[in-house]
Every structure is written in C-alpha cells, then in structure tokens.
C-alpha cells in the first residue's frame, strides 16, 4: 500500500483573531503575482510595509502551519524596490508546486469576489457570508460560490503513434494533446468523444482516466485522459485546431517545455511508454 501524501495546506475561510507575523501573502495585480526578483518566490512581508494598496484580502488557510492569505493590489500600484510582478504561468518551475498550487487558489478566489459583487438574477449588490467561502445576495437569496470549470485533456493513441495538435494560440511550431470544457449535461467521457470528433473527425474508444491538475487560466480543473484511435481520418476544423498529426516517439514535433502541466506529463508518459 503507498503512503498517502503529507498534507501541507488546510483551508479556511475565517482569519484568525490574533496574526503572528509570519503570514503568506499571494497579492496579485490583476494576474501579476507579487514575487521577489531574484528568487520567483512569494512576497513574504505585509503588504502595507511595502506601500501597496490593498483592494481586498482573503484568508485561505494554513500552509505548513502558516497564515495566509490573498490579496488584491490596485492596478496602478509598481512593484516595491527587490520585488517585480509576474505572470503567474510564467512562474510554473519557479515557485515550488505546493505554493503554485496556493497560488492558483489565490487567484481564483480573488476573481470570484470580484466578478461577484452583483448578483446575476437582481443587479443587487451581494454580500460576503461569514460561515463559508460565499458571496449572497440579501434581495433574492441567491449564493455565489467560487467557480470551477471542469475541462478534460487526452492523449489519443493509435498503434505506437500520439495525435499532437496545434491550437491557433499556441507559440509557432508547437503542438500538444488535445483538451476542451466540459458542456452542461456532459460526462468528462461524452466531452472527449464530442471535442475529439469536432475538432480533428475522429472515434476513440478504450477510455483510460490519467490524472487531474488544477489549472487557473482562468478557473479550470484538467481531467487526464488516456484513449485509442478506433476509426476516422483526420479532418481539421480549422478554428480549434489548425494542424494535426500522427506521431512517434522518435519522430516528435515540438511540444511545449518542461514537465509542469498535465499536458506534458501524458506526453512524457507516452514517450516512456515507446522509448
């Protein structure tokens, strides 16, 4: 039996009383993560020693026995002398994967408040709710949670061949597995076979679950799939997907760097698989 996992992190959604000055602080403008320069770390003082204007701050729990928090920085606000901002995907490798995994919390929880401030059904003003990690409207009652999207990733087979795709808003010359959300009414299974088909007109069969990755660009959770090629040619749609391809692992195109989404990890996993 394998030994489970050491929990680092413990969510809350109440701060507590008394702060010990060793808190956490992810503080985000917009989608810029606050970091020292020379390390890519996360800031680590109080923000208001730093002079930052603070929008809003959210408590998100104890990681390693520590505070912390989410923050959101007013968008004029530069970055204080030692610390820049950054892209929080440009951060993958950087931060280590528990604190990227924080980070990624941060700021959906931070986009949450912020696009929910008004209720959708009445245009009244919402409110914070104290006894969950909840925004409620006091007209209507209607509660605002934040969101996840649910997406799947898969890694089609054929033989000893992957499809490798390329999106239009992928950097040139680079391609990787297929991916799409998840539509209401949709099992995770019923998605691939939808997106598969629509985007390059091929069956798959043989469903095989991989893996999950939380994926905040903006709020998704990447359900990993494994699958095999069962009938049809390629046909490209043209609008998700530009090129498409057969390949072996001796004969890969260029695929996106590093080992830090789950993308990547059904990639290696097959290039393991048929060394």
């Known amino acids: 039996m394998s030994t489970p996992p050491k929990v680092l992190f413990h969510p809350d959604h109440q701060a507590p009383g008394e702060r010990t ?7 985000f403008r917009r989608r810029e993560l606050l970091v020292h320069e020379e390390l890519g770390v996360e800031a680590r003082e109080e923000l ?15 990681y390693r026995g520590r505070h912390t928090f989410a923050a959101e920085i007013a968008e004029s606000c530069s970055a204080p002398p030692g610390f820049a901002f950054r892209e929080l995907f440009g951060l993958y490798g ?10 990624g919390r941060a700021i959906q929880i931070l986009e949450w408040d912020r696009t ?23 007209a209507c009652g209607l ?22 795709a390329r999106s239009p808003h992928f950097p040139p010359g680079i391609f990787s597995v297929l991916a799409g959300f998840v539509e209401p009414g949709e099992s995770v299974e019923d998605t691939i076979h939808r997106e598969v088909y629509e985007e390059v007109g091929i069956e798959v069969s043989d469903l095989h679950y991989f ?20 009938g049809g040619e390629l046909r490209i749609d043209g609008v998700e997907i530009e090129e498409a391809g057969w390949y072996r692992a001796d ?25």
């Open 48 to 62: 208001a020693a730093l002079g930052l204007e603070i929008q809003s701050s959210h408590y998100l729990g104890r």
């Open 21 to 27: 000055g060793d808190e956490l602080w992810f503080a």
């Open 211 to 230: 893996g999950s990755q939380p994926w905040p660009h903006p709020h998704s959770l990447m359900l990993g799939y494994q699958a095999r090629h069962t």
């Open 116 to 138: 929910h401030r008004f209720c959708g059904a009445c245009g009244r003003e919402t409110e914070v709710v104290s006894a969950e990690r909840a925004r409620v409207c006091p």
């Open 143 to 164: 509660h605002f949670f934040p969101r996840v999207a649910p997406s799947m990733i898969v890694a089609v087979e054929r033989d000893e061949e992957i499809l490798l």
């Open 94 to 103: 950087r931060l280590p994967d528990a604190l990227q995994k924080l980070a």
């Open 251 to 275: 004969d890969m195109p260029r695929t996106f760097p590093g080992r830090f989404s789950i993308a990547q990890w059904l990639i290696h996993d097959f290039l393991a698989r048929n060394a």
